[in-house]
């Protein structure tokens, strides 16, 4: 039987990270006062793929959150035999430092991610992963990255947000000649990748001192 890619030492500063900065979050969001603000908000264009997605954020400051993303797809699209499918999770957590005030219009944000995945038989529009479409790929990524994004008050505690991120990810696979095959072919390739990390446009509701 075929291995599964490891995790490599050279993955590991931004996989540790990434849970360094998950537990920071998730700490930040329980302990803040409840003058405090505090949100809980999902990605629309997430949904848009059937990914289920949650995200929540915290201030810490005046002009600062902390916040984690986590998504998960476990569906399998079409006739179970074919095995079309995009089953993947991941967790991003972010750390945002806003030009008015948190939760208040654009912000530049630090975030790391970590998943894994296992994908095939999909055909994505506009040549998007178009290898996608007679293989599958098994594996793990993590990452950081860097994004900027808008918040804008559309209601009492709604908002609703517009992010885009870039940066780097490495990832360890096995590629399968088909989506149902059962053996890979290539065994414990790696990828490093540079460009998009992460898209969104969320609703969010925020918790704490009211926004207006």
Not at 75 to 87: D, H, S, T, Y
Not at 135 to 160: A, C, D, F, K, M
Not at 187 to 198: A, I, L, M, R
Request: hydrophobic share 40%.
């Amino acid at each position: 039987m075929k291995k599964s890619a490891k995790i490599s030492a050279t993955a590991l500063i931004p996989l540790a990270m990434t849970v360094a900065m998950t537990v920071i979050a998730m700490v930040a969001s329980t302990t803040t006062a409840s003058a405090q603000m505090a949100g809980v908000k999902t990605n629309l264009l997430y949904w848009g793929t059937g990914t289920i997605n949650v995200g929540v954020e915290a201030a810490v400051g005046p002009k600062t959150t902390l916040g984690v993303e986590l998504t998960g797809n476990p569906w399998v699209f079409g006739k179970r035999e074919l095995n079309r499918k995009i089953w993947h999770w991941s967790a991003t957590p972010e750390i945002r430092f806003w030009s008015s005030e948190a939760f208040d219009r654009g912000f530049v944000g630090i975030h790391a991610v970590a998943g894994a995945f296992d994908a095939g038989g999909i055909e994505f529009p506009l040549g998007i992963l178009p290898n996608l479409k007679d293989h599958r790929y098994e594996g793990w990524t993590t990452g950081v990255g860097v994004s900027y994004g808008w918040q804008w008050w559309i209601g009492p505690r709604w908002n609703l947000e517009a992010t885009v991120g870039v940066g780097y990810l490495y990832a360890e696979y096995n590629r399968f000649a088909c989506p149902d095959c059962r053996e890979a072919d290539e065994e414990n390739k790696v990828e490093h990748y540079f460009g998009p990390t992460k898209v969104g446009l969320s609703f969010a509701y925020l918790f704490g001192s009211k926004k207006r």
